[in-house]
């Protein structure tokens, strides 16, 4: 079956740290990768997204960025945190016209 | 920017009711998805319609599709305090991005 890993569930991180989160599908080849941002109480931001091996799309200019070593691995990053970064991360994959499988969510807290 | 917009943003009713939801969009799609939310978790895809369909169902949902009004409404029957949760719709333009409304939450009291 198809799933998907997302972690660390929580982090909390320093203004100007660096950022990693991960995460990686199971079961499926090739998926469309997406990073989406949800701000408290509301929808969900599209940050990045991927169709292939080191192939990202940017949606809103920021403080991230997005790689994919690998066909079934998406991280985000950053390499100095604001305290605007401070948000719920969900990771999500598709294929084919299917709804997205997300993830379970990391919930970064930038202090 | 958000495509989808859901109404009523907050929902409250009695276990055992049907809540209604609605969702507006302001242009063409391929298809329309609906998605649940459990509070600090990701989301739950529930059912997908497509442009050319009018109607789906899945279990308690049913969920409908104007696209001449560019709208779509989920219904929940039987309602238990377990739907409590944020719904989305989002909807997908035919290219790999789906745009998610900004959420409403049912609340379904015991």
């Known amino acids: 079956s198809q799933t998907i890993h997302q972690w660390p569930a929580t982090l909390v991180q320093p203004v100007g740290s660096p950022l990693s989160l991960e995460c990686t599908v199971e079961g499926t080849s090739n998926p469309n990768l997406y990073w989406y941002r949800q701000a408290a109480g509301r929808g969900l931001q599209l940050l990045f997204y991927s169709v292939g091996i080191g192939q990202i799309s940017s949606e809103v200019p920021q403080n991230l960025s997005a790689s994919r070593p690998q066909d079934r691995q998406f991280i985000l990053s950053s390499k100095k945190l604001l305290l605007s970064d401070s948000g719920f991360y969900l990771c999500a994959f598709s294929q084919g016209d299917y709804g997205y499988t997300f993830g379970s969510g990391t919930r970064l807290t930038v202090v | 920017s958000q495509q989808g917009e859901e109404d009523p943003q907050a929902l409250s009713i009695q276990e055992g009711e049907n809540a209604t939801m609605n969702c507006s969009y302001k242009?063409?799609?391929?298809?329309l998805q609906w998605y649940r939310q459990n509070s600090g978790r990701g989301l739950v895809h529930l059912i997908l319609?497509?442009?050319?369909?009018r109607e789906k169902h899945s279990g308690r949902l049913r969920v409908t599709l104007d696209t001449s009004k560019k709208s779509s409404s989920l219904l929940i029957t039987a309602s238990r305090a377990a739907d409590t949760a944020s719904y989305f719709c989002?909807?997908?333009?035919?290219?790999?991005?789906?745009?998610f409304g900004k959420g409403m939450k049912l609340t379904v009291n015991p």
């Open positions: 319609i497509r442009s050319n369909e």
């Open positions: 989002a909807t997908n333009r035919g290219s790999e991005k789906l745009v």
């Open positions: 242009t063409s799609i391929n298809n």
